[in-house]
């Protein structure tokens, strides 16, 4: 009776234990697109939105990683008072991301980004950056400090905390 009990349990844990590393490893990340492109046939992500600071120097960064295909995107969600004018993102434009360890890696849009005008008076855009391997394991391994984003209007800063560093690896990590 005692061995068929120890079988059991033994049989048990080892289900539990198969089952746990047999979830993969997407199976935290919240998405807001999980489905493949019907044009191209390529697997397209966009985790959901994140806040990634409290503390506002230009406003609130939002973000999100984007995967498509075999590029990855760092995906941030902007916005101004509609009374500052309007929000453009230029072609090229950069993101400096200033990291704990001094370093400071540079990413550049695509293509130009207008943002639009939502009833509350507030401009916003989204703006996707690509990210190489390196930058990717970068912004994964180190922890970022702050932000720097080009606009028409001006640079806009950003300041991370801690809590809002580790949101924004877990958010790249998904993709």
Known sequence: MRTLGTRRTVTVLMVLAISLTAVPAHAKCKFNVDTIHSRTGEKVLWTKWDTFTTVIIGGT?????????DMKYFALRVDQDADKGELIIPEN?????LM???SILELHTEEEVIGDRDPWHVVEAVVKFPLDAATLNAL??????NVRLQTNGGDMDYK???KGAKKMQKVLACI
């Not at 960064?61 to 295909?69: E, L």
């Not at 434009?93 to 991301?97: A, D, E």
Request: aromatic residues 4%; charged residues 25%.
């Open 61 to 69: 960064v939002v973000g999100a990683g984007v995967s498509i295909g």
């Open 93 to 97: 434009g950069k993101l400096l991301i």
């Open 100 to 102: 704990d360890d001094e």
């Open 140 to 145: 994964l391994t180190k922890r970022i400090m």
């Open 160 to 162: 991370f905390g801690k």
